[in-house]
């Protein structure tokens, strides 16, 4: 009985810790030109706050003049350059003058892919100082 007590703890624990870990977390970006998440076009440039929510799979967006979206995450990426504690950065894909809200970069975390731009494209990085 008492093996089984603790063990319901040890889960409880860690579906505690596994639903409030990300949480909380944002990353806050100087974005100089306006672009488009998610099929959405942010009209204007600003600073953004990026703020993922693991449960839902989501980045939230906060941007000026109260501008807010939500983006689906398509899938996690880990990389070598990316997974310091202090390398934080978005990525775009521009295409023509249009620019796509392509990845987010987290300190400590593994990266957000929310778009991919199929044919000829180039990366624009904004990088986060810390």
């Known amino acids: 009985m008492k093996t089984k007590f603790l063990?319901?703890?040890?889960?409880v624990s860690l579906c505690a810790v596994t639903?409030?870990?990300g949480q909380g977390v944002h990353l806050k970006a100087d974005i100089p030109?306006?672009?488009?998440?998610?099929g959405k076009a942010l009209l204007s440039e600003g600073e953004y706050t990026f703020t993922p929510n693991l449960q839902q799979q989501t980045i939230g967006l906060h941007g000026p003049n109260n501008q807010a979206s939500t983006v689906p995450v398509i899938t996690?990426?880990?990389?070598?350059?990316?997974t310091n504690q202090k390398d934080a950065h978005i990525v775009f894909d521009k295409v023509?003058?249009?620019y796509y809200l392509?990845?987010?970069w987290i300190p400590g975390q593994d990266g957000y892919l929310l778009h991919t731009t199929k044919g000829k494209h180039e990366h624009k990085v904004?990088?986060?100082p810390e």
């Open 126 to 128: 904004i990088d986060v």
């Open 96 to 98: 023509g003058e249009t």
């Open 76 to 82: 996690r990426l880990a990389g070598e350059r990316h």
């Open 19 to 21: 639903s409030a870990y």
């Open 102 to 104: 392509s990845e987010v």
């Open 33 to 38: 030109f306006t672009f488009t998440a998610h």
């Open 7 to 11: 063990v319901m703890i040890g889960f």
